[in-house]
């Protein structure tokens, strides 16, 4: 509690207004009530609730103050006005209250609603709501976005042999190895079970959706230890674009499902895209990327010198040093080819270095 004159000067607080803000009593008495305030709001927001307590007999509301320490808190204010007997205003009494738990419930309320309980990675409800906003966003720039939908291969007989408790550890370990291969911009989320969604926005091409389901696949290719267990689990995943496979959320995750159980059938451990065609051409660009990885190692690639020729004097003066690959099998690769998957696939340091 705290009780200032009618120029909003504080003239006595009680033991609680201590407590709460540090304050000793000698400090604060002769003070503006405004000295407890922050930069949160500006001084032209104290003013208004000080003519709004005047000319409606009282004020309440929201305050974010400033403790003696300079930390921030959040209390619920309620000023009163004090009128003598001619209605001159005199005193106002406010009384306060620190809602920093209150405020701490709600963040964790929100955090609930919107995540999932055991990973903390965003729930169906956060995904749709940032699905919907990448949709706005991918429309409005002309981008190309991913739904790349995962769902782990057998992952009951883990739950049937070694129990719920390790596979619910387990899927924690999961989700922690998907979070190191995402980009950070992007939105991984568990739908439930053993099911979880990746959100990819602002794609260069729908070939990069190809990419980054390669590299959530490797990601479980290394055994995951889980006490005197060593595990090995892979994931079947399907992927959807937009705009070629669905405008809306829930065409696309239903597209981006179905091409899922598409590569359960295909073997498992795999992607597949909702648009076969797509699914193909992504293989063929996995298996080119690993070609040429083992070109490199093998010293396969050639370096061709094309002459410039000043065309006024016909004088060779220079060359242009040229990357080919032949291909022992496809023949020759044109650089148009694997020169952007080089690039991708961080191999064009490796091979400029061959070049010099």
């Not at 300079?70 to 001619?86: A, H, K, M, N």
């Not at 955090?111 to 706005?136: I, K, M, V, Y």
């Not at 991913?146 to 408790?165: E, M, P, Q, T, Y």
């Not at 990357?323 to 148009?336: F, K, L, V």
Request: charged share 25%.
């Amino acid at each position: 509690v705290m009780i200032t004159d009618a120029q909003g000067r504080i003239q006595a607080v009680n033991r609680a207004f201590t407590d709460i803000t540090g304050y000793p009593e000698q400090d604060i008495i002769g003070q503006a009530f405004d000295r407890l305030g922050s930069e949160r709001q500006e001084p032209a927001f104290y003013r208004a609730i000080w003519r709004a307590m005047t000319e409606t007999g009282g004020w309440r509301g929201e305050v974010w103050n400033r403790r003696r320490d300079q930390g921030l808190y959040p209390i619920w204010l309620s000023l009163s006005p004090v009128r003598d007997e001619s209605g001159d205003l005199t005193q106002c009494v406010g009384v306060f209250t620190d809602i920093t738990p209150l405020k701490n419930y709600q963040v964790q309320l929100e955090h609930l609603a919107h995540h999932d309980p055991l990973t903390g990675l965003a729930n169906r409800l956060l995904l749709s709501a940032r699905l919907e906003h990448a949709l706005q966003v991918a429309e409005r720039e002309a981008k190309v976005l991913a739904v790349i939908f995962i769902d782990l291969d057998r992952f009951k007989r883990v739950n049937d042999s070694l129990g719920h408790g390790l596979g619910d550890r387990l899927l924690k370990v999961i989700a922690a190895r998907f979070q190191t291969v995402i980009r950070e911009d992007d939105t991984l989320a568990r739908l439930g079970g053993d099911e979880f969604v990746v959100l990819a926005e602002h794609l260069p091409s729908w070939e990069e959706a190809a990419l980054q389901a390669h590299r959530l696949i490797r990601a479980l290719a290394a055994p995951l230890a889980l006490g005197v267990h060593d595990l090995h689990v892979s994931a079947s995943m399907g992927i959807s674009t937009y705009p070629r496979d669905g405008q809306s959320v829930e065409t696309l995750l239903q597209n981006a499902d179905a091409a899922m159980y598409r590569a359960k059938d295909r073997g498992r451990d795999n992607y597949q895209f909702y648009s076969e065609d797509m699914t193909t051409a992504a293989l063929e660009r996995i298996v080119l990327e690993g070609q040429l990885r083992k070109a490199l190692e093998l010293g396969q690639l050639l370096l061709y010198y094309q002459p410039q020729i000043e065309l006024r004097t016909g004088d060779l003066v220079g060359v242009e040093a040229l990357a080919r690959w032949p291909h022992p099998e496809e023949g020759m690769i044109p650089p148009s080819l694997f020169i952007p998957i080089a690039e991708e696939a961080g191999l064009i340091g490796e091979l400029g270095t061959w070049v010099l």
